[in-house]
């Protein structure tokens, strides 16, 4: 059963924003930092950004400037908006709850976000 569902992926060209969403379907992670983390072809999945509960927001440094990461804890969902995109950004979104250690315990199915240069 899913707990994290992802949406707002797409296809974009070059410059464009795309801004995804991630629901915590069962409101299990309100007390738990959540972000997103993206895995292109070939690559390991790496952290894009991150909102931990009690300290400063995290971006990877490639998005800094460029994504936002932002949580509505009364809906309990976590958005990314991503501005100015480029083909390098081209991955599958996932979103993740709860890290212990340097990874996720609970992940989302993924979102394909495909920009086109």
């Known amino acids: 059963q899913e707990l994290l569902v992802e949406s707002g992926g797409g296809s974009v060209e070059g410059g464009g924003s795309l801004t995804l969403s991630c629901v915590d379907i069962?409101?299990?992670?309100?007390?738990?930092?959540m972000g997103w983390y993206r895995q292109a072809p070939g690559k390991e999945r790496v952290l894009v950004s991150w909102?931990?509960?009690?300290?400063?927001?995290i971006y990877l440094e490639a998005v800094k400037g460029r994504f936002t990461i932002s949580r509505d804890n009364t809906k309990n969902v976590v958005y990314l908006q991503m501005n100015n995109l480029k083909a390098e950004d081209t991955a599958v979104y996932y979103c993740?709850?709860?890290?212990?250690?340097?990874?996720?315990?609970?992940w989302g199915q993924g979102t394909q976000v495909t920009v086109s240069s």
């Open positions: 909102t931990p509960k009690y300290t400063e927001d």
């Open positions: 069962q409101s299990r992670f309100s007390l738990c930092g």
């Open positions: 993740g709850a709860c890290k212990q250690g340097n990874l996720p315990n609970y």
